[in-house]
């Protein structure tokens, strides 16, 4: 990717990183705390070892307070701003959240205090790095809106007698189905009560 083109990317998802979870951004605080990236680190570990409403909320605010801090310094910013848009994400659906989520705070953590703790490091390659994680963070949004499109279920019996789910077009084919069947089955006892008829109208003439 030219260099062109990683800092247009760059500047797209720092411009829209708060929409991708439907979560709004407030407004920024007034001081600007040095706080230590450690402390961060510690919450990060403690979500790998167990997701907790107060795990989470921590982060959140964690990354509040580290964000002003790297306020002129876009690459780290950019990366703070997707570990608190998953860390939201993921306190708000829970159980339901994308498999994927937690794995994107952990390496969005260590890219995270890979480039803030090498300031030596080339510039090109902390683009390349959050590059990386930008095209990650973006596959996950496709993920969770792709959980979150409906799909209308309706029960059907499999041969094994059991519940399956189909969607809901298909429900629909099914049904007609069903309908031809029972009307077959209908119209072939109406034949066959038409027929016992007449045997019985014959045998009461005899």
Not at 102 to 130: H, Q, Y
Request: glycine share 2%; charged share 30%; net charge neutral.
């Amino acid at each position: 990717m030219e260099k062109s083109s990683r800092e247009h990317l760059v500047n797209d998802i720092e411009n829209r990183l708060d929409d991708f979870f439907d979560d709004s951004t407030p407004a920024p605080s007034a001081g600007k705390p040095i706080v230590s990236m450690e402390k961060l680190k510690s919450m990060v570990l403690s979500i790998d070892w167990e997701i907790t409403e107060t795990c989470l909320t921590d982060l959140i605010s964690e990354t509040d307070a580290l964000m002003p801090h790297f306020q002129n310094d876009r690459l780290p910013h950019t990366l703070l701003r997707m570990l608190r848009a998953v860390g939201r994400y993921i306190r708000q659906h829970k159980a339901q959240s994308h498999p994927d989520a937690i794995k994107r705070v952990m390496s969005v953590f260590a890219s995270l205090e890979k480039i803030a703790g090498a300031p030596e490091m080339a510039e090109d390659l902390k683009r390349s790095i959050v590059a990386k994680e930008i095209a990650a963070f973006k596959k996950l949004k496709q993920q969770v809106e792709a959980q979150r499109s409906p799909m209308t279920k309706a029960p059907e019996t499999n041969d094994k007698g059991t519940a399956d789910y189909v969607p809901h077009h298909k429900f629909k084919q099914v049904m007609n189905a069903v309908e031809e069947r029972m009307n077959s089955q209908v119209a072939d006892l109406k034949a066959q009560l038409a027929t016992l008829q007449k045997e019985l109208d014959s045998l009461r003439t005899r």
